[in-house]
């Protein structure tokens, strides 16, 4: 049954409202007086509790979660700071269903509700046993080009994550969410906020299903879930132990999760095959662990014609980065289990292309292996020999990353590609540069710029263009036993810079960009909508990217 009938129903059985009546529309300077007012007659008659902070009590003769529904409300903030506050329009219609009254008890709970914040009322509706308003900020709110992003978005995607968080506190276990004018950000917002990973706990968070209030959008707002799905597939896979995904475990996640497409191939290369492919880069990494080494390799066929120039996705997969025997220090060691976000992501957004049916051919790459210390591990001043002939000094082994890459890169170029983008948990020297703010991009195709950069703007998961210079080029090819060396020969300055100069030298393709993600990887507090743990970016924007390939025109 269609939500809005149904609400049509309830208000027809029995009256709707439940408070004293106040007048519904308070000119500003009344709102003083009103509020004694109300808050006098609140106090003598209210015959249902509601309540203005995160947790109210629960209200007499609902029970939550034995059928009722949380429901997640948007309200701007006026544009005076005189003047009331707008709902959305869902917002009006249900203040319409209760006779005014959300509107009265927000008058009279306290100050306008700035972006981001919340309130809560409880038995306003039988359907709804939990109302909770959020702030969305200013209603023109678009594209902040100071910011680069879309800020209307983003704060839909905070505020409604905030909500529904509070929902999932009161252990309701649906939620409807308000549209708020884009229901794509809202369903991204409500996705992503109640993602926590709780696998391996005996207790968990209670699963809230959020669901869209009212049918009109419903398409853009299942394609919010499955975008923040595809992200949530990625968090997933960084945040799990590396005990529990290792190289083979990942590929066979990603393996199961395309089973289900027609046009989705999987292959899981084994060693063997990596060493028939002469990667030998890559297997110097792999050497030092007893978990062997798996090349995923998924071909995406979604475009008109089979033999239509592939977009190349290749994503750095170390399952676990001690750093080798250039040990790293052991205080936040674990963190390098999402050392496969590049990987993760990636994938996730192959799968996420998948269940979106989007018209282009993907093929997806991914090195997976661990770096660990070993009597077989790489040494310090070691050589290698990449795929395409290149010797390597291993100068220190905790740069493993761009090991794994410069044979993966090599083997992209088979593919006859419109675009190679490698994404990678490649630097610290990246999260010394940006922080969380933006995956630095490092391209030399400023039509792959154009597009990845616009894709950025409207999913919020931001990129940031860093430079290509021969002058870090140099600073790699000055080697003394190699071609190259897998460090910067000024050790730790512009790192994030000569490890994109060395992975240029495996790249021939005249549309290839490399994404940095190690800023990126996790979230404390920075993403309002992502909880702490890792990210998962920029998922959505590679998502995104390959859409607007889809619609773009082979001619670059
Ligand atoms: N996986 C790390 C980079 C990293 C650091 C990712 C922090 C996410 C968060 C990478 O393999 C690495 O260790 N790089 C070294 C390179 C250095 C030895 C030239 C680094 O950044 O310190
Ligand atoms: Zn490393
Ligand atoms: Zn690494």
Redesign the pocket.
């Known amino acids: 049954m269609r939500p809005s009938a149904r609400r049509g129903q309830v208000a027809a059985r029995r009256p709707a409202c439940l408070l004293p009546c106040l007048p519904p529309f308070l000119p500003a300077m009344l709102l003083p007086w009103v509020r004694r007012v109300a808050a006098r007659r609140l106090s003598r008659d209210l015959p249902l509790a509601c309540s203005c902070t995160a947790q109210g009590p629960s209200p007499r003769g609902y029970s939550r979660g034995a059928g009722g529904k949380g429901l997640v409300l948007g309200i701007y903030s006026s544009e005076k700071d005189e003047g009331a506050a707008q709902f959305t329009s869902a917002g009006d219609a249900f203040d319409r269903l209760v006779c005014g009254k959300l509107r009265e008890l927000l008058a009279v709970c306290g100050p306008p509700l700035k972006k981001g914040k919340t309130r809560i009322f409880h038995g306003l509706h039988q359907d709804f046993p939990s109302v909770v308003v959020v702030g969305l900020g200013k209603k023109n709110a678009g594209v902040n080009d100071q910011e680069n992003w879309n800020e209307g978005k983003e704060n839909i995607r905070a505020a409604v994550a905030v909500g529904c968080r509070q929902i999932q506190d009161l252990e309701i276990p649906c939620v409807e969410v308000d549209p708020c004018g884009d229901a794509q950000a809202a369903a991204e917002g409500a996705v992503l906020g109640l993602h926590e990973y709780n696998e391996l706990k005996q207790k968990k968070k209670p699963v809230v299903t959020p669901q869209l209030h009212g049918s009109a959008e419903s398409e853009a707002w299942q394609k919010g879930v499955t975008y923040a799905e595809g992200q949530n597939l990625a968090r997933y896979l960084m945040e799990a132990p590396a005990n529990y995904i290792t190289p083979i475990k990942f590929a066979e996640r990603i393996e199961q999760k395309l089973r289900s497409f027609s046009n989705v191939k999987v292959h899981i290369r084994p060693e063997s095959w990596i060493a028939t492919q002469q990667m030998g880069a890559f297997l110097s990494v792999a050497k030092g662990s007893a978990e062997p080494p798996i090349f995923l390799e998924i071909h995406y066929l979604g475009g008109a014609n089979t033999n239509d120039s592939p977009l190349v996705f290749v994503g750095k997969g ?1 399952t676990f ?1 001690s ?1 080798g025997i ?1 040990l ?1 220090p052991s205080s936040g060691m674990d ?2 289990r ?2 496969m976000g590049g990987a993760a992501t990636v994938c996730s957004a192959i799968v996420t292309a998948a269940a979106l049916n989007l018209p282009l051919n993907i093929i997806g790459l991914a090195p997976l292996c661990e ?1 660990m210390p070993s009597g077989k591990a790489n040494k310090p001043g070691d050589v290698v020999r990449a795929k395409n002939g290149k010797t390597i000094q291993v100068d ?1 082994t ?4 761009r090991l794994l890459l410069a044979d993966a890169l090599c083997y992209a170029h088979n593919f006859n590609a419109r675009a190679i983008v490698n994404a990678a ?5 990246m ?1 010394v540069a940006l922080g969380s703010a933006a995956t630095g991009v490092f391209t030399n195709s400023s039509w792959l710029w154009t597009h990845l950069y616009e894709a950025s703007i409207l999913t919020g998961d931001r990129v940031w263009r860093m430079p290509l210079f021969e002058h870090y080029t140099k600073q790699v090819t000055d080697c003394p036993l190699a071609d190259l060396s897998n ?2 020969k000024y ?1 730790r300055a512009g ?1 994030a810079c000569t ?1 994109a100069a060395f992975l240029k030298e495996f790249v021939t393709a005249s549309h290839w960009a490399h994404l940095d993600i ?1 800023g990126v ?1 996790s979230n404390k507090d920075e993403v309002p909508y992502l909880r702490k743990g890792m990210a998962g970016r920029p998922t959505r924007t590679l998502v995104e990217f390959a859409a607007r390939l889809s619609q773009d025109s082979h001619n670059t």
């Open positions: 170390v980065d750093g250039s790293k963190a390098m999402a050392d770096n220190n905790d740069a493993e990353g948990t490649l630097t610290g020297a999260d460090i910067g050790s790192g490890a190690a990887m």
